[in-house]
């Protein structure tokens, strides 16, 4: 569980959304929402440790973390990935291993049976050894859900992971993150598809310079009078909502 108190994002001591508080709770599905600019990005980076928050707190809680941050899986958006760095798909999945291998360390049999299983559940086999470089947006994708795959975290954080990448691919990834969500893992997900988040995201939560919203996904999204839009803009909403601050 996540309780999130009082929480102010941003940079450089510039908030850029509203105050926060709230609870993630273990096992939920939470897709983070709002308008380009709201602090979608920042408020996910500052969850994972990745920044300080400006104010507030983030408590983790759990029967074995006492208060420290879980062991986490991260997404970035690709524009912030490197793809020319050289490496080949099946080094950047085993890369998820490191956790259990250190940086240093070989691959074990084990590891390298891992590796081939996350690469068929995304359809890469057969590019393993294609460098990433190679790789059109959507294989990039299906390749760094098989690393989130390998790394097998409790608690995993999506930065717009559907954004630039074709429609087959998207609904493969989102069948894995609906087997995350079964296996009783946390999920939180920076999205821009309304339609998308109505059908597969439980929990949603609205960020914006103004108003923070937090509920289930009917609680939400009902204050959006067009669902089908992709981008979420802060003024579609009416007086009338829950708002917590």
């Not at 006492?66 to 997404?75: G, H, I, S």
Request: hydrophobic share 40%; charged share 15%.
């Amino acid at each position: 569980m996540i309780n999130i108190s009082n929480l102010e994002v941003g940079y450089e001591r510039r908030a850029v959304a509203m105050p926060l508080s709230g609870t993630i709770t273990a096992g939920s599905l939470t897709a983070v929402i709002g308008a380009n600019g709201a602090g979608k990005s920042t408020f996910l980076k500052t969850l994972a440790g990745l920044q300080p928050p400006i104010a507030g707190s983030i408590v983790f809680t759990g029967p074995s973390n006492k208060n420290k941050r879980p062991q986490l899986a991260y997404l970035p958006q690709q524009a912030e990935l490197d793809r020319q760095f050289p490496i080949s798909v099946f080094d950047l999945v085993a890369m998820g291993c490191w956790p259990q291998s250190g940086l240093f360390g070989g691959i074990s049999r084990e590891s390298e049976r891992q590796v081939l299983e996350a690469l068929e559940t995304v359809g890469m086999t057969e590019m393993r050894h294609s460098a990433v470089g190679e790789l059109s947006g959507g294989q990039l994708q299906r390749t760094l859900f098989a690393r989130l795959l390998i790394q097998q975290a409790p608690l995993i954080m999506l930065d717009e992971p559907f954004t630039g990448i074709d429609s087959q691919t998207t609904q493969l990834l989102l069948k894995v993150i609906s087997q995350w969500h079964e296996q009783g893992k946390t999920v939180i997900a920076v999205l821009h598809d309304i339609a998308m988040v109505a059908r597969h995201f439980p929990q949603v939560l609205f960020l914006s310079q103004q108003q923070n919203i937090w509920g289930t996904a009917d609680e939400v999204l009902c204050h959006f009078p067009h669902r089908d839009h992709a981008c979420i803009l802060a003024d579609e909403f009416s007086e009338q909502r829950r708002v917590i601050s």
